[in-house]
Structures are given as structure tokens and as C-alpha cells.
């Protein structure tokens, strides 16, 4: 279980999760904002937002699964949805692939990826402030800007072995932080030059995977397999599938010779 931040009406309101609603709240908005600044607003982009948020729902749970398959003695189905947590790594395919499927039941033709952009970057960025305040922050760190918790506050990390240890950690979520309020703010920026039209998405989630699979060797996730995270195995087959779609587009792209 997550800390409570507070109730309301007696039902408590758990930090992680409401900074995570929050985050999809405020994505939302700005979702909306890009569409009617560009002047491609819509009511099927209901339909597609739709489509992205229950993908990663669903998808944000397979995002531990590999975790979950290593460490549970009895693993199940059920327990790969109720036991496994959530990945953010998951929830972003599970979002794209949910959009994806969206447009092709409404048929939706038009790409959606710059509207799309911001709004996520802003949303982690506010969703892994609950990170930050109810897990493992990071491994241990001798650098000066390591964060060491108190007894009181190690207590009401859910997932946080380390931080018992009274020594400094890697604010690894502040990292991230600064990372995706640095991509909203560089997106905004592109999104003026008529070059980058269409391909704000990829490049925001191809930095972001970079960054991602670096910032794991300090995150204080258990390793799986050399040294590896379930992130990173996780990263490196997103890797490889991307690199094997780009090649295959090249190849469809590439003239036949005449003769």
C-alpha cells in the first residue's frame, strides 16, 4: 500500500495515486490546449484519448511482468495483474498502442503524435512527483545533492529497502523530473519549426528511452540478468524493435532500379 495524502468524505487518497491523476488530468488539458491551438480539435480525439488511457492502464501492469515472473514462487495471470505494480515503461506502449487501435476503429487517419508530446511530457512530469515521495528514491550516493531520509519518512515508502540505511541516495526521480519538464519545454520550442511536424513524439520518447535505460543503473531496481534491470531488458527489446520498424520503413522508401 501507497501513503495516504488525505481523505476525503473518509476515503483516503492515496500520494502516489493522486499525483499520478493529477498527471493524466493535466495531460489531458494540455492535450486539448495543442489540439485547438492547431486548429485540429475534434470529437474522435475523445476516442483516441480513450483508447491511450485504457492501453496503459492495462499495459502499465505487463510493464513489471518480467519482474513479477522472476520473483513470484506461484506466478498467475491474476497475480500479474494485481501483484506486479506498474511501469511507466509500459503504460507509454500501452498508450501508444491504445491511441493506435483507437484510430484504426474510428478510422482516424490524421497523426496525433504532436498533440500527444507535450501533454505526456507534462504528465510524467507531475506523476513522478508521487514517485518520488513513495518509493526508492535511488542507490546510494557519496554526491553532494544524495538525499537521506528519516526513520519516520523511510516508513512511509512503500518501496524503499534502502532507505533505512541512513546513508544518501540518488534523488533518481528529480532527475526525471528535470528531464520531462526540460522535453515540454524543447517541444514547445520545435513544434514552431515546420521541420519537426510530425515528429515530436518520436523524438520525445526515443530521448526519453535513452535517458530512461541510463538513469536505471541509479534507480535502485533489483537486476534480473547481468546486472540488468527489468527496465532495461524492457528498453533494450523497445530498442530493437524500433531499430527493426526504421529499417523496414527505409527499406519500403527505397526505389527499385530500373533495368
Same mark, same amino acid.
Given at each position: 500500500?501507497?501513503?495516504?495524502?488525505?481523505?476525503? &468524505?473518509?476515503?483516503?487518497?492515496?500520494?502516489?495515486?493522486?499525483?499520478? =491523476? /493529477?498527471? *493524466?488530468?493535466?495531460?489531458?488539458? #494540455?492535450? *486539448?490546449?495543442? =489540439?485547438? $491551438?492547431?486548429?485540429? &480539435?475534434?470529437?474522435?480525439? &475523445?476516442?483516441? #484519448?480513450?483508447?491511450?488511457?485504457?492501453?496503459?492502464?492495462?499495459?502499465?501492469?505487463?510493464? @513489471?511482468?518480467?519482474?513479477?515472473?522472476?520473483?513470484?514462487? +506461484?506466478?498467475?495471470?491474476?497475480?500479474?495483474? /494485481?501483484?506486479?505494480?506498474?511501469?511507466?515503461?509500459?503504460?507509454? *506502449?500501452?498508450?501508444?498502442?491504445?491511441?493506435?487501435?483507437?484510430?484504426?476503429?474510428?478510422?482516424?487517419?490524421?497523426?496525433?503524435?504532436?498533440?500527444?508530446?507535450?501533454?505526456?511530457?507534462?504528465?510524467?512530469?507531475?506523476?513522478?512527483?508521487?514517485?518520488?515521495?513513495?518509493?526508492?528514491?535511488?542507490?546510494? @550516493?557519496?554526491?553532494p545533492w544524495g538525499i537521506t531520509v528519516t526513520p519516520g519518512q523511510a516508513a512511509r515508502m512503500s518501496?524503499?529497502? +534502502?532507505?533505512?540505511?541512513?546513508?544518501?541516495?540518488?534523488?533518481?526521480?528529480?532527475?526525471?523530473?528535470?528531464?520531462?519538464?526540460?522535453?515540454? #519545454?524543447?517541444?514547445?520550442?520545435?513544434?514552431? +519549426?515546420? $521541420?519537426? +511536424?510530425?515528429?515530436?513524439?518520436?523524438?520525445?520518447v526515443g530521448s526519453y528511452g535513452v535517458f530512461r535505460f541510463m538513469l536505471e543503473f541509479v534507480r535502485?531496481?533489483?537486476?534480473? &540478468?547481468?546486472?540488468?534491470?527489468?527496465?532495461?531488458?524492457?528498453?533494450?527489446?523497445?530498442? @530493437?524493435?524500433?531499430?527493426?520498424?526504421?529499417?523496414?520503413?527505409?527499406?519500403?522508401? $527505397?526505389?527499385?532500379?530500373?533495368?
Amino acid at each position: 500500500m501507497f501513503p495516504v495524502l488525505f481523505t476525503v &468524505w473518509d476515503v483516503p487518497v492515496q500520494t502516489h495515486e493522486f499525483f499520478i =491523476a /493529477t498527471g *493524466v488530468l493535466v495531460a489531458a488539458v #494540455v492535450f *486539448v490546449g495543442e =489540439a485547438r $491551438r492547431r486548429g485540429r &480539435w475534434s470529437d474522435d480525439l &475523445w476516442a483516441i #484519448v480513450a483508447g491511450a488511457l485504457i492501453g496503459g492502464g492495462l499495459f502499465a501492469r505487463f510493464g @513489471t511482468g518480467i519482474q513479477y515472473l522472476a520473483e513470484a514462487p +506461484d506466478p498467475t495471470v491474476l497475480g500479474l495483474f /494485481t501483484q506486479a505494480g506498474r511501469s511507466i515503461l509500459g503504460g507509454l *506502449v500501452g498508450a501508444y498502442v491504445g491511441a493506435r487501435v483507437a484510430k484504426k476503429l474510428i478510422g482516424y487517419r490524421r497523426s496525433t503524435g504532436d498533440l500527444f508530446a507535450p501533454a505526456v511530457a507534462v504528465g510524467m512530469a507531475i506523476g513522478r512527483v508521487g514517485c518520488f515521495l513513495t518509493e526508492q528514491l535511488g542507490t546510494v @550516493t557519496s554526491l553532494p545533492w544524495g538525499i537521506t531520509v528519516t526513520p519516520g519518512q523511510a516508513a512511509r515508502m512503500s518501496f524503499c529497502p +534502502d532507505c533505512q540505511l541512513g546513508q544518501p541516495m540518488h534523488p533518481s526521480f528529480l532527475y526525471e523530473i528535470g528531464f520531462h519538464v526540460f522535453a515540454f #519545454v524543447a517541444l514547445g520550442i520545435l513544434r514552431r +519549426d515546420p $521541420r519537426f +511536424d510530425g515528429r515530436l513524439f518520436p523524438i520525445y520518447v526515443g530521448s526519453y528511452g535513452v535517458f530512461r535505460f541510463m538513469l536505471e543503473f541509479v534507480r535502485g531496481n533489483p537486476p534480473l &540478468w547481468f546486472g540488468l534491470s527489468g527496465s532495461h531488458i524492457f528498453l533494450m527489446a523497445g530498442f @530493437t524493435v524500433a531499430a527493426a520498424t526504421g529499417v523496414a520503413r527505409l527499406a519500403r522508401r $527505397r526505389p527499385v532500379p530500373v533495368g
